[in-house]
């Protein structure tokens, strides 16, 4: 579904990411670890066009879309959640869903199946997004992204600052997609919430891929996590 | 001795003074809002805006002066809109626009228009007539029934750019990238279009105020100094970029600088009211309606 080549991007003159290659199958959770500083956010945005790409191949669906100016990507088929939620604050969050709707010129109608994910999200459509709890804000951004209708969905720490029964009602929202073929990408600093729900994990550190193995793998053997993120457990 | 009738003749100069006002600042404060860029140049839309009604009117096409200023009102946004995107292609995405860079930038197309409309319009300040003659007659004093024209298109274009911002999917991008560009992007909105859009809308309400304050004051090609020093202060006490923030000074400021203009001196009220800035800097440096950073 998703297919990088020796991608590298660069912050200017600083090149960050280093022939960053991996594939994403359709109904796939690819997880994505490392230190912080490692790389992770900006594999992400790469994808999404927002960090200029020096060389390599991106495609979707076997399509190269790595000429794609940022705003011709999302309706491509790839949809962002970005790190620290990056809500729109001041507009409702029913204007915050309508910016998904609007990438593919969908229906108002189109928000429901993603409310029924999240149905507290419908007693607050009026709300400005910013006064939600921060649960409510995650559970936002992941919507919004959905009603872009994506075959790829990037998610970058959702669970980062809520409480982990929170991330967990999340996660185990966005593993369902997988049902329906939606391909994850999922930045993770919980190794247990990645290891639970990730198919395969690619250990990032100085913006290379340092190591790649399956999730079940990973657990049985935790010696490469402890190396590239100094965990255990 | 400030009489009842007094007050309510400077009140109503206030309110024509703020109907107009607020549609400059509020030009100004979109594009400082959205694209964070300071535009140095947006009395001189303000300017252009006049100097079109004058082309328009009666001396140049020998038509009725109603007729010419209805002409000016369609023409001075859309001429005025097409430099501004014009402007915004050629240098402010050039220079990406930088907040520093578009500074000095918008400085240079001040000069330019400036000295545009000095070789083809002249040095002269010309008075317009007003496209309509009557007068509201009170039991203390006649008022022109043109000034209250201004007042009633003013609001209706207000509520327009109102309603363009609150329901509309070019109104909504503007709002999502005012907050966040990057991730607007990532839900697909062009932002440097957004910019050229935001850029000409801004100075296309400074023109339409230009065409009202027209038959007011006089076309000249310095008149831009003054909006834009008002626009200003009412953008700093508004919230930089907060739009309720805004109109609610627009209002207060306009009102205020008006009725201290009739009843005392316009230069106490300009002194006035640039004092009020630096108060409120002191006291609320979020500006009045400050319900997020900037
Ligand atoms: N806007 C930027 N300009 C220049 N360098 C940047 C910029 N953003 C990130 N970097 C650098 O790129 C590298 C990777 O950053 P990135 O944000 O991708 O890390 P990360 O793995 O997501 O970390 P974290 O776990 O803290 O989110 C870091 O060394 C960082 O300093
Ligand atoms: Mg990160």
Redesign the interface.
């Known amino acids: 579904m998703l297919e990088l080549t020796r991608i590298s991007s660069a912050y200017g003159a600083v090149e960050v990411l280093k022939e960053i290659s991996f594939t994403l199958a359709a109904g796939e959770i690819l997880g994505v670890m490392g230190r912080n500083g490692a790389g992770k956010t900006t594999i992400l945005k790469t994808i ?3 960090i200029p790409k020096r060389r390599g191949s991106l495609k979707i669906a076997a399509e190269e879309i790595s000429h794609l ?7 491509r088929g790839i949809a ?1 959640v ?1 790190q620290g939620r ?1 809500l ?4 409702t969050v029913a ?1 915050n869903l ?3 709707l ?2 593919n010129n969908a229906p108002q109608s189109d928000a429901e199946p993603v409310l029924d994910l999240f149905p507290i999200l419908r007693e607050r459509l009026a709300q400005a997004a ?1 006064t939600l709890s921060g649960g409510e804000q995650q559970m936002l951004a992941v919507a ?1 992204a959905l009603c ?1 209708k994506p075959k790829v969905l990037l998610l970058d720490e959702p669970s980062e600052g809520l409480f982990p029964a929170v991330t967990h009602r999340i996660l185990d929202t966005v593993a369902q997609l997988r049902q329906s073929g939606v391909a994850i990408l999922l930045v993770e600093q919980q190794v247990k919430s990645a290891l639970r729900i990730c198919d395969r994990i690619l250990l990032i550190e100085n913006g290379v891929i340092q190591h790649e193995a399956k999730a079940s793998e990973l657990a049985a053997n935790p010696v490469p996590l402890e190396r590239y993120i100094g965990v255990h457990r | 001795m400030i009489t009842g009738p007094a007050l309510l003749l400077a009140l109503m100069e206030g309110a024509v003074g703020a109907a107009v006002l607020a549609l400059t600042a509020l030009g100004l404060s979109l594009v400082f809002g959205v694209m964070r860029v300071i535009n140095i140049a947006h009395g001189e839309f303000v300017m252009l805006g006049a100097i079109i009604v004058w082309w328009c009117s009666a001396e140049l096409l020998g038509a009725h002066p109603a007729l010419g200023f209805l002409l000016a009102l369609v023409m001075a946004p859309v001429v005025v809109g097409l430099i501004a995107m014009a402007a915004d292609w050629l240098v402010l995405r050039r220079i990406n626009y930088d907040p520093e860079r578009t500074i000095v930038a918008t400085m240079g197309l001040l000069y330019v228009i400036q000295q545009s409309v000095l070789m083809t319009y002249g040095p002269d300040a010309r008075p317009i007539e007003p496209p309509v003659y009557f007068r509201i007659q009170l039991p203390w004093f006649g008022y022109s029934g043109y000034k209250l024209i201004v007042i009633a298109l003013a609001l209706l274009l207000l509520g327009i750019t109102w309603l363009i911002l609150s329901k509309s ?1 070019i109104g ?1 991008y503007m ?2 990238t005012r ?2 560009a ?10 440097r279009r957004v910019y050229a859009s935001v850029f000409a809308l801004g100075a296309m309400l400074a023109a339409v105020s230009g065409v009202l304050i027209a038959p007011i004051q006089q076309a000249h090609y310095l008149m831009g100094a003054d909006p834009l020093l008002l626009s200003f202060i009412v953008v700093i006490v508004g919230g930089l970029g907060n739009l309720r923030g805004t109109l609610l000074a627009a209002a207060l400021i306009g009102i205020g600088e008006g009725m201290i203009a009739v009843l005392f001196s316009p230069t106490l009220a300009k002194m006035i009211a640039t004092l009020l800035v630096a108060l409120v800097l002191i006291a609320r440096p979020g500006g009045l309606m400050r ?2 950073a900037p």
């Open positions: 999404m066009g927002l100016p940022p705003h011709a990507v999302p309706a962002y970005p990056r729109f604050s001041e507009l204007e309508r910016m998904g609007l990438v910013g919004r872009t | 999917r909504l709002r999502a907050l966040d990057e991730t607007a992007q990532a839900f697909g909105v062009p932002v319900e997020s």
